[in-house]
């Protein structure tokens, strides 16, 4: 049975109990500030868990593309060298909300894992939960009772508090769960073992493994630990499919399934390495199997690598492919890119956004591999010096090694054995002490603390109203809570109905004013989404909750915001007509007072390009097109009129639509009724992100109006600056030619003295030796001498120039031997690093000349004794 049969009898299955198969939501999170990747089957369904929304559908099921890469067994520098655990990976699930539950979610994988995939059941044990005393919770009767229908009695272990009883979080739903093991050793393996499967259940054994886990929504941890039983029964279950695909094709790899093997293949054939020829090489080839899945699944929701929050989980995650290749198959050049068609062939089936998003994926990926190789490079030199300074330990600080680790990517055992190639070994001790500063740090950065919600009144499913209205009366406050939020405290309002946006779709969100109807007025300092949870971040909490309120948005400051917004679509309809169809919206951020947009372009805008762009989008604002926005389309209805949609995200079954003139899309932000009321807009840059990712910023209004005021009065003020002159460009050129001028005579009258200066230093040698030596212990112009030094280098023989001097408050070294002392073997770049410790510095240079600086001028004058003593 191929892995594609295995996904497709899964949720056949589970269509035929009368479950709606639903897509697979994006793997990187946008609303919901607890995650940044979807790593459970759940997460698409959390509001639902969570009370905020009423489901529509009371059964579903799915492949859910996952990302894990922290937590229980997902340690990311554990991934590759076990044959099971993964960064990505699917999830098959099946939910129930508030329809069935144990006994017919038991009965269901019973009937699937043996009847439809034919698992002998001998193989299979399941876990319940014996009861927690902490919590008041009893051995779950329930679950034990329906196992007993499929499995004896010792096949039926009883599981603790870690092992069965599921959390979403420190609070929220959760309940105890059921997870089904297998026991996939052969017979010879068990006989020599002589253990029962039983007793290796949640041991660890890479042979006696589970596939499936049933969870239990019953009931909901309160912040002050105890549980509160659910009013509805949900049920929530996941299983591994990579890992199901392994048993049942017979593997005990999941590496070895077709899951992986195609991948692994094309692997063996760009590295010339063959998959089971060796230890290292295997740990770098799952390595790179699985990491290249988690890459261009997440640059195909729309995350690219960067150096915060998920762009840098996914950065780290492709240097980590990229230094296995490097350092274990030779690869030094850029491979993981041609590893995407291959994907494709994979999973692109599956997962169409792959196929779609093929040329974005391998340039952004080729471009961070060219960038890290780099990297790398300098890193290695870097560790050179590190090793330089430790010569007399040959011992490496763990702080050195640590900042390889960090800023360069070097894994520990990468730093070690360059190390031990070279005669040194590593502080594991030190570097295990920074790298826990740093988990310290980013745990406090990260930590959240959320308190139980006061309710006020029952609801759910928030109505907005800012679409047609910026204030609204009569509005009921559901509940409140105070939230921690790296140290902060907030103070979170959820009302039954508001006008204020919450900040999604790259569009921040609303500020403004709560006044209860005792006339208390609560200040609204932003509005976020939590998931589908419209959420008002207040000042402070009211008086007296039950009270109505009225909401007023800041309109003014709304009316910015939206013209802004508006404005991408136009910008956006304006590239695809400059540039040509290809280009597609890969981000956005919009505020009041300007915006960016990210689109997909394989090269830089010229002068020309832009201002046509700023021309045409200026055109359509002058054309006062007004909003045409159709809210509750289908999105069969959608397409039909020409609304782009944008890859990455996730639309329910209906969608809004926003048409300015020309320009159509799927959009949930707030718009001006005209493009007119936009006013002017002034492109302020326009860069490069990303290989083909480029970034326009503009202005529109008043901020684009402010823009060429500012530029007015800086021409008004270079002419007067210039004498007053009408041709402002012409002056500028003159004056330029003049400056070319004295620059080229000043540089006459340096060369002059530093030839000067060339025949003072030779007149100054005193002989050592068989050497001549110039001993400088002050310089008034470092450059100069330098540059005497180097002509020096070349033309004298026997010469050595020793230089130790402060300029500027801080201590400087030169050292030179001339060209016949370096070709018998003299080194100017080691032996200043030597002295260069006395200043508490270091540099570096060329065997014939080097330089160093530091910070402690009170050792220039043992430097300069160590420098002369290597003549």
Same mark, same amino acid.
Not at 126 to 148: N, P, Q
């Given at each position: ?50 009370? $905020? ?10 492949? !859910? ?32 909300? *508030? ?92 006989? +020599? ?109 729309? !995350? ?25 198959? *030779? ?58 300074? $430790? ?65 006020? $009144? ?286 080229? !005579? ?96 270091? *540099? ?5 000349? +080097? ?10 004058? !043992? ?9």
């Amino acid at each position: 049975m191929t892995s594609k049969e295995i996904r497709q009898k899964f949720l056949d299955f589970f269509a035929s109990k009368g479950h709606t198969v639903v897509p697979s939501a994006p793997m990187v999170v946008k609303n919901d500030p607890t995650l940044m990747f979807t790593n459970a089957g759940m997460n698409q369904f959390k509001d639902i868990f969570l009370g $905020n929304v009423t489901p529509k559908m009371k059964r579903a099921a799915d492949s !859910q593309k996952c990302l894990r890469v922290s937590g229980k067994h997902n340690d990311l520098e554990e991934v590759g060298h076990d044959t099971y655990h993964h960064t990505m990976f699917e999830m098959l699930g099946n939910w129930s909300f *508030g329809d069935y539950f144990k006994t017919e979610a038991i009965d269901w994988a019973w009937e699937l894992l043996t009847e439809v995939y034919g698992i002998d059941k001998s193989l299979l044990y399941a876990t319940v939960f014996e009861g927690s005393a902490e919590d008041g919770t009893e051995l779950d009767e329930e679950a034990r009772a329906a196992w007993r229908k499929h499995l004896p009695e010792d096949h039926i272990l009883l599981g603790n508090k870690h092992d069965n009883f599921w959390e979403m979080g420190d609070t929220g739903p959760c309940g105890p769960c059921s997870e089904i093991h297998i026991d996939i050793r052969t017979a010879e393996e068990k006989a +020599a073992s002589g253990i029962p499967g039983a007793e290796l259940v949640n041991k660890s054994d890479p042979h006696v493994i589970e596939i499936w886990n049933l969870v239990f929504m019953q009931f909901e941890r309160k912040a002050d630990g105890h549980l509160e039983s659910l009013p509805a029964k949900n049920i929530d279950t996941g299983m591994g499919f990579e890992r199901l695909c392994s048993v049942l094709q017979g593997k005990n790899s999941n590496y070895d399934s077709d899951v992986f093997t195609g991948m692994l293949a094309r692997i063996g054939e760009l590295s010339g390495h063959k998959y089971g020829e060796s230890k290292d090489t295997d740990v770098a080839m799952r390595v790179i199997a699985d990491h290249i899945r988690a890459i261009s699944f997440s640059i195909a929701d729309g !995350q690219l690598p960067s150096n915060v929050k998920a762009g840098y989980v996914i950065r780290r995650i492709l240097r980590r492919a990229v230094r296995y290749g490097y350092t274990f198959l *030779g690869s030094t050049e850029p491979f993981l890119c041609r590893l995407v068609p291959q994907l494709i062939d994979d999973m692109g089936e599956a997962y169409p956004e792959l196929k779609a998003q093929q040329k974005l994926i391998e340039n952004v990926i080729r471009e961070e591999e060219a960038a890290f190789l780099r990297t790398l490079d300098r890193g290695i030199k870097l560790l050179d010096d590190y090793m330089a300074k $430790n010569v007399a330990t040959r011992v490496l600080p763990g702080v050195d090694a640590f900042v390889l680790y960090d800023t360069y990517g070097f894994p520990i055992d990468l730093t070690e054995l360059i190390a031990g190639e070279k005669g040194y070994t590593v502080d594991l001790e030190g570097f295990q002490v920074e790298l826990g500063k740093q988990k310290d740090r980013a745990r406090g950065a990260t930590a959240n603390e959320f308190g139980d919600w006061t309710v006020y $009144n029952e609801g759910e499913d928030v109505q907005f109203t800012g679409y047609d209205s910026t204030e609204l009366e009569g509005v009921r406050l559901l509940k409140s809570r105070k939230v921690v939020q790296k140290n902060k405290e907030m103070l979170q309002l959820v009302f039954d109905r508001t006008p204020f946006y919450g900040e999604m779709g790259g569009e921040v969100g609303d500020t403004g004013e709560a006044i209860s109807a005792n006339g208390e007025v609560i200040k609204i300092l932003n509005t976020v989404k939590e998931n589908t949870l419209t959420i008002h971040i207040a000042d402070k909490l009211p008086a007296d909750g039950s009270a109505l309120f009225t909401l007023k948005v800041d309109a003014a400051r709304r009316a910015r915001i939206a013209a802004n917004h508006s404005c991408t679509h136009l910008l956006d309809e304006v590239l695809r007509e400059v540039l040509g169809t290809h280009v597609e919206q890969k981000g956005s951020f919009v505020c009041d007072k300007y915006f960016r947009f990210d689109f997909s372009h394989f090269e830089k805008l010229s002068d020309e390009q832009l201002r046509e762009v700023e021309r045409k989008v200026n055109a359509l604002i002058r054309a006062n097109h007004p909003l045409e926005e159709k809210r509750d389309a289908t999105m069969e209805e959608a397409q039909a009129m020409g609304a782009i949609a944008l890859f990455g995200e996730k639309y329910g079954d209906s969608v809004r639509v926003v048409k300015f003139g020309p320009s159509c899309e799927l959009c949930g932000g707030c718009h001006t009724g005209a493009t007119g009321n936009i006013g002017f807009f002034k492109i302020t840059g326009e860069s490069a992100i990303a290989a083909g990712i480029r970034r326009i910023e503009a202005v529109t209004g008043e901020e684009a109006e402010a823009l060429v005021y500012g530029l007015q009065d800086t021409v008004k003020g270079a002419r007067a600056l210039l004498g007053g002159s009408p041709d402002l460009g012409e002056a500028v050129r003159k004056m330029v030619e003049e400056n070319d001028g004295y620059r080229k !005579q000043l540089q006459e009258i340096a060369k002059g003295k530093t030839l000067e200066l060339k025949k003072s230093l030779l007149a100054a040698a005193v002989p050592a030796g068989a050497c001549k030596v110039v001993k400088i212990s002050e310089c008034d112009d470092p450059v100069m001498l330098r540059d005497a030094a180097t002509m020096l280098q070349k033309e004298a023989q026997g010469l050595v120039i020793a230089a130790a001097y402060e300029t500027a408050g801080k201590p400087q070294l030169l050292l030179m031997y001339s060209a016949d002392l370096v070709a018998a073997g003299h080194n100017a770049g080691a032996d200043i690093r030597e002295a260069a410790k006395f200043i508490q510095g270091g *540099g570096g240079g060329q065997p014939g000349l +080097a330089t160093a600086g530091g910070k402690e001028v009170a050792g220039l004058a !043992q430097a300069l004794e160590t420098l002369l003593s290597k003549i």
